[in-house]
């Protein structure tokens, strides 16, 4: 951009000064502001008249791309109909229908959804559906939760706390007492390059039993993880890990959460993590995709031992002191149904599965590109991890950032690592047009 543009956007914004961003530089950001006025399915448009490929769908959300009509529509009746109804004590015909959805959807077992307004409520709600599952059983010292190095768990505290990404929590004091973590499961030196699951790493999996073993299983509650992180850039599975993790609750009577925030909704080329690593957790997280990034909602869906242990007490009782002012919003609920309907009147996910190998073809071939230290892909997410600039971690993966940004494409950073997660509507020539303009941007450093 050049100076000239810049002074031409500002002079055409609002006062950028008032508002505090999110994860977000926010000093960089008002001295050189990228500001979407618009999108419509692959494409976001700038205030100052760029048209853009989003190669993120947002942050990983709109899984039916921008502005889809039909959502739309859903969107727009619903709130012609009902804007708001009180979420306890009433309901409205569209959150019971999105539950019965969903739960069709979802892997056998998940029988029943509860509804929130994002990842890290959803997060912050299976782990207290944990605690209570246990305690309504009678196995009140249960407790303690697993997550994962380099998890990313949303940024409420339950979240952080079993999260495993270091600035995420280092500001926020001593978080969820109790919380210990596995080791994290990324190898490059094992495991570059690979296509597919990484075949080194199952054996990681067996560090719960040692952890198990540390606090004792009766200490317990909840094991989470995603069954690819996301957010730590994209790290798959390695093959049977996940297979053994799911062994090792069983034995110990602990639940399994998985958090499908951004695995969920066809990412990985079937509707969940779970159908497509064949392992059903006890509960799952989901957001974003949920609604295709339209409506802010999230949900958690737990297996029927779960509901059906909380469904005691006195009839007309409350079985779990917990849910959201927005809870099931009708405009959300109404979003998730169309998102839905579209991913299966259009095909979406099984595009997503006929899309892989070309996606994961079109990443591998930035082997080889300057700074290029591993490729990783499983359905339509995918990441390009970057050699570091000695003593300037992030920083090259913001350049490359920035300069695909001016040649057209949004990709999205996490420490050096490119990540990409299209709308599933992507195309083989937007594929194309995606992956050129990283390379040009790897070669241009
Ligand atoms: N769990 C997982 C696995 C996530 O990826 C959350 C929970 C929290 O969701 P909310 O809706 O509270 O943000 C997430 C969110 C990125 C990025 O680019 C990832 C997320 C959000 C924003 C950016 O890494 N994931």
Redesign the pocket.
Known sequence: MTDNTVRQLKTDLPDLESYWMP?TGNRYFKENPRMIARAEGMYCYTTDGKKLLDG?AG??CCNAGHCNPKIVEAIKAQAEKLDYSMAFQLGHPTVFELANRLTDLAPDGLDYAFFVN??????DTALKMALAYHRTRGDAARTRFIGREK??????FG?ISVGGLSPNRKMFGTMLPGVDHLPHTHNIEKNAFSKGLPQWGGHLADELENIIALHDASTVAAVIV?PIA??AGVLLPPKGYLQRLREICDKHGILLIF?????GFGRTGDTFGAARFDVTPDLM?L??GLTSGTV?M?GVLASKHIYDTFMTGPDGAIEFFHGYTYSGHPLAAAAACAALDVYVDDGLFERAASMEGKFSDALHSLKGEPNVIDVRSIGLIGAVELESIDGQPTARAMSIFRECYDNGVIV?T?GDTL?FSPPLIINDAEIEMMIETVRTALRAQ
């Open positions: 994860f993120v942050l990983w994002s990842g890290s409520e959803a997060v998890g990313y768990h949303g940024v409420g979240g995603e996301g957010s958090d499908e925030v951004i695995c997280t957001a974003k802010p999230g999205r996490t990540a």
